[in-house]
C-alpha cells in the first residue's frame, strides 16, 4: 500500500481526491491537511510516502511547505496540484524538492498513475505546462541560463541523451528502450546527471534541460 496524504484548503477538493484514490487497490489516504503546517505534522506523524500539495493555503503555502516534508528524515514524494497559469509557485515547488505536478483538472487516471510513479521514486513531468514555467526563467541574460548550460557541459554524450529522454517525461523503463541499454544502466546514468548537475530529483533535472535548452 502506498501511504499517501492530501493537503488542500478545499475540503471538497480533498474529498474528490480520496474518492478518486480509494478506488485504488495499492494507495491507502491517510490523512487529509488543510495547510502547509498542518502537511508537515500529519506527514511526518502518519509516515506518508506521497503527499498531494496544493500551491495557495493559508498559514503555510505549498512552496515552503514542500521544502519542509522534503527536508524529514524520511522525506515523502511530493506532487504539486496546481492550475495551469501559476508558473512561478509552480517553478518554485519543484525547485523545493517535489517530484512532479498535476493540473488540477487532470484525469482520474492520471492522478492514480502519478502517486505510483512517484513512490517508485520516478518524477511526474508534464512537459506542455513545464515548459511554460520555464519561459519565465529562460532569458539569455539571466543567471540560471548560464548556470544550467554550464552544468550540462559536465555531462557525457551519453549521459545527455539520458538527460534529453528525462526531461521528456520518460520513465527508465522507456528510456532503456529508446537508448538500447539496460534499466539499470539507465538508472547509474540519472544517479550520475543528478550529481553532476548538483540537483535532488529527475524533476530539477528536467528543469535544468529545459531552462538551458530554450533561448526564445
Not at 80 to 104: H, I, M, P, Q, R
Amino acid at each position: 500500500m502506498i501511504r499517501t496524504m492530501l493537503a488542500d484548503d478545499d475540503r471538497l477538493v480533498r474529498l474528490a481526491l480520496a474518492d478518486i484514490l480509494g478506488d485504488s487497490p495499492e494507495i491507502e489516504v491517510v490523512a487529509q491537511a488543510s495547510d502547509g503546517l498542518e502537511a508537515v505534522e500529519l506527514a511526518a506523524a502518519h509516515r506518508a510516502e506521497v503527499v498531494l500539495m496544493d500551491v495557495r493555503m493559508p498559514r503555510l503555502d505549498g512552496i515552503a511547505a514542500t521544502a519542509r516534508l522534503r527536508a524529514l528524515p524520511r522525506p515523502p514524494q511530493v506532487i504539486v496540484l496546481t492550475t495551469f497559469d501559476l508558473d512561478e509557485y509552480v517553478y518554485g515547488s519543484l525547485a523545493a524538492g517535489a517530484s512532479g505536478f498535476l493540473l488540477k483538472d487532470s484525469d482520474p487516471a492520471e492522478i492514480v498513475r502519478a502517486v505510483r510513479v512517484v513512490a517508485g521514486g520516478q518524477a511526474l513531468l508534464h512537459p506542455a505546462a513545464a515548459r511554460r514555467l520555464v519561459q519565465r526563467y529562460r532569458a539569455e541574460s539571466r543567471p540560471e541560463v548560464r548556470d544550467a548550460r554550464a552544468r550540462l557541459e559536465r555531462l557525457t554524450p551519453r549521459e545527455r541523451d539520458v538527460l534529453t529522454r528525462l526531461a521528456a517525461g520518460d520513465g527508465n523503463a522507456e528510456i532503456a528502450t529508446a537508448l538500447g541499454m539496460r534499466e539499470s544502466t539507465v538508472k547509474a546514468h540519472v544517479s550520475r546527471i543528478l550529481s553532476a548537475l548538483e540537483v535532488g530529483n529527475r524533476v530539477q533535472a528536467a528543469l535544468c534541460a529545459w531552462i538551458a535548452d530554450n533561448t526564445g
